[in-house]
């Protein structure tokens, strides 16, 4: 499950990446058909982050049992920490994620990126949603403050 996880995280930070070199760009809902696994728990929501001053890079994954992990660097597999999210919390992003605000955002949230801006790819589901800090609109800004800690655990 974790290595299925850390797959997608990994695709969401190069996704970013693609994306950003591209100069921004759409696309968005669809991907792969693939079933999840019956026996283990599903990814729920990855989060990838990069950009701010420093051009920092990283992600979030949460699996749907409330368990995830934070990425050092997006594009590598390397967990930095592991940890669980309490039931509160988990209950309330999985609202946000399959909540119709969510469903209803578009693919990108901005224009342009905004300068030194931390930008954050949202994958749940086979969906992304591409945000920066200027551009956090319900429900991202209250996912973002659920996994803050998270978020700012990478270092």
Known sequence: MVARIRRRAVAAGMLVGLLAACGGGGGGGAGGDAAPDAEV?????????????????????????????????????????????????????TDLVDGEAFAALPPQTFDEPAPDAFQYTFVHEDRYVMADDASLEPPLDEIVEILRPWLTAGG
Do not use: Q
């Open 41 to 93: 728990p599903g990814e729920l929501l990855t989060v990838s982050v990069r950009g701010g001053l420093a051009g920092a890079a990283g992600g979030v994954f949460v699996a749907v049992d409330g368990g995830g992990g934070v990425m050092r660097a997006a594009g590598t597999a390397e967990t930095v920490v592991r940890d669980e999210l309490s039931a509160a919390d988990l209950a309330t992003l």
